[in-house]
């Protein structure tokens, strides 16, 4: 995406789209490069993809889930429904009796 797109896209000005761009650089979530275009000089933004660290999914009550054969999208036990895996998400600590409905 050229960086004139994005302030246009963010309803911004020139200057504004700038500034948004060199924070978005220096937090290193993008690349720019410079690029003449259309007679003028102007930035190319290049999202910068942080690799998948196999970290963030170790604690996921997927992985040992008895119900893992049985869950899908689509399937009566549904990742969309599961009260272990919103708790995982939303990062709350409770029993494992108490996600499940067991007494």
């Known amino acids: 995406m050229l960086q004139s797109e994005l302030w246009r896209e963010l309803d911004a000005t020139s200057r504004e789209g700038s500034r ?6 220096t937090k290193g979530l993008i690349l ?17 993809r942080k690799p998948a660290s196999l970290n ?3 604690d996921s009550p997927c992985l040992m889930c008895p119900n893992d054969p049985r869950c899908g ?9 599961c009260p272990r ?3 995982w998400i939303l990062g709350e600590d409770q029993p494992e009796t108490e996600i499940s409905g067991e007494d």
């Open 85 to 87: 895996l919103t708790a």
């Open 73 to 81: 999208a689509w399937s009566p036990i549904s990742p969309n429904e």
């Open 56 to 58: 963030s999914i170790i």
């Open 32 to 48: 720019r490069e410079k690029e003449l275009y259309e007679g003028r000089w102007t930035y190319r933004l290049f999202p910068k």
């Open 20 to 25: 948004i761009a060199l924070k978005l650089e």
